[in-house]
T-cell receptor
């Protein structure tokens, strides 16, 4: 069984603050992929990143950075100098390889980020 | 990136009627499509997985006679909510996976269903 936990239900910050969204996962599979998605009020999921279980290098993309630590089964997401446009619900997700061949994503419960001007 | 469309984007129907939602992969062949449901302020929950040309696999607790899924071609899957009730009101999102993509899934924009 797979599980993704996003303990932070809602976070509110003021513009230009840094914010870290936590994600902890559980899986018995040794090979898996982790994802982060952004869901703005429109509802459409926006893909942010995919990381496979063999690549523990941290990644930075503009104001976004991700910290993958296998030892603690965590895949945290940091937004530097947050902006109002970052306000959205962020989902962490996991898919294992193989997983009976279906390869659906298991989503965390999401973290609602509100960035105040 | 690959594009997945959903139609309609919003639909309001009366209780007891059926509603069909289409999910299309526009620029790639989707061997597998997934249907998720998202209730307000909740996460996405997988409803079913459909592989082209075969019967869908439903998750536990999802009524297959109520949520009919058809994946008749490599670019189209449909979800029909039969005899809809207000508790079926939700945001339905499909995703598609192609042959070549390594575990990449492309999500549609979602369909908001309201049953009155």
């Amino acid at each position: 069984a797979q599980k993704v936990t996003q303990a932070q239900t809602e976070i509110s910050v003021v513009e230009k603050e840094d914010v870290t969204l936590d994600c902890v996962y559980e899986t018995r599979d040794t090979t898996y992929y982790l994802f982060w998605y952004k869901q703005p009020p429109s509802g459409e999921l926006v893909f942010l990143i995919r990381r496979n279980s063999f690549d523990e290098q941290n990644e930075i993309s503009g104001r976004y950075s991700w910290n993958f630590q296998k030892s603690t089964s965590s895949f945290n997401f940091t937004i530097t100098a947050s902006q109002v446009v970052d306000s959205a619900v962020y989902f962490c997700a996991l898919t294992a390889v193989p997983d009976t061949g279906r390869r659906a994503l298991t989503f965390g419960s999401g973290t609602r980020l509100q960035v105040q001007p | 990136g690959a594009v997945v469309s959903q139609h309609p984007s919003r639909v309001i129907c009366k209780s007891g009627t059926s509603v069909k939602i289409e999910c299309r992969s526009l620029d790639f062949q989707a061997t597998t499509m997934f249907w998720y449901r998202q209730f307000p302020k909740q996460s996405l929950m997988l409803m079913a997985t459909s592989n082209e040309g075969s019967k869908a696999t439903y998750e536990q607790g999802v009524e297959k006679d109520k949520f009919l899924i058809n994946h008749a071609s490599l670019t189209l899957s449909t979800l029909t909510v039969t005899s809809a009730h207000p508790e079926d009101s939700s945001f339905y999102i499909c995703s598609a996976r192609g042959r070549a993509a390594s575990y990449e899934q492309y999500f549609g924009p979602g369909t908001r269903l309201t049953v009155t």
